[in-house]
């Protein structure tokens, strides 16, 4: 999972022009089973990430995104993306950042690429590779968003 995650985070960077080098730090989202591999560059400006799902439990998913400063979460790792369940909308995962067990993320979707609609949030772990595999609960688009 790291290679892929490294591989997909390489890419990002070399098409932005980057030659940092790159960190990956794998974080579970706690009461879900949506494990992602985050590589971030060095300078700590650009991030991508990685969730495989070889046995069909949870998701797969890619993306990329910013690291960048928040009034309400500080800094944070925003990372928008596809799952493979939902090729039709783009998820905006928002991580707090420096990862650290315990802080906090937020998700939001979009199927029109104007509006987001917020759909959960909760803190996470920093965790190895091998946590995929003993993961539990809910994928990340199970979440509806709230009634208003």
């Not at 579970?28 to 060095?42: E, H, K, P, Y």
């Not at 070889?54 to 799952?83: H, M, S, W, Y």
């Not at 965790?127 to 199970?142: C, E, I, N």
């Amino acid at each position: 999972m790291k290679k892929s995650a490294l591989l997909a985070a390489v890419a990002v960077f070399a098409f932005a022009g980057q030659a940092d080098a790159a960190k990956t730090t794998s974080i579970s989202l706690d009461g879900t089973c949506n494990v992602f591999a985050i590589t971030t560059q060095d300078s700590g400006h650009l991030a991508a990430a990685l969730e495989t799902d070889p046995d069909g439990r949870c998701q797969t998913f890619l993306g990329e995104g910013r690291v960048a400063g928040t009034k309400d979460l500080g800094r944070i790792v925003d990372i928008g993306g596809n799952f493979d369940g939902s090729p039709s909308a783009v998820f905006t995962i928002d991580i707090q950042f420096p990862f650290v067990t315990g802080g906090a993320w937020h998700e939001y979707k979009t199927t029109d690429g104007v509006h987001m609609q917020f759909l959960t949030s909760g803190t996470y772990a920093v965790v190895g590779p091998a946590a995929v595999l003993r993961q539990t609960g809910k994928r990340l688009t199970d979440f509806a968003p709230p009634i208003r």
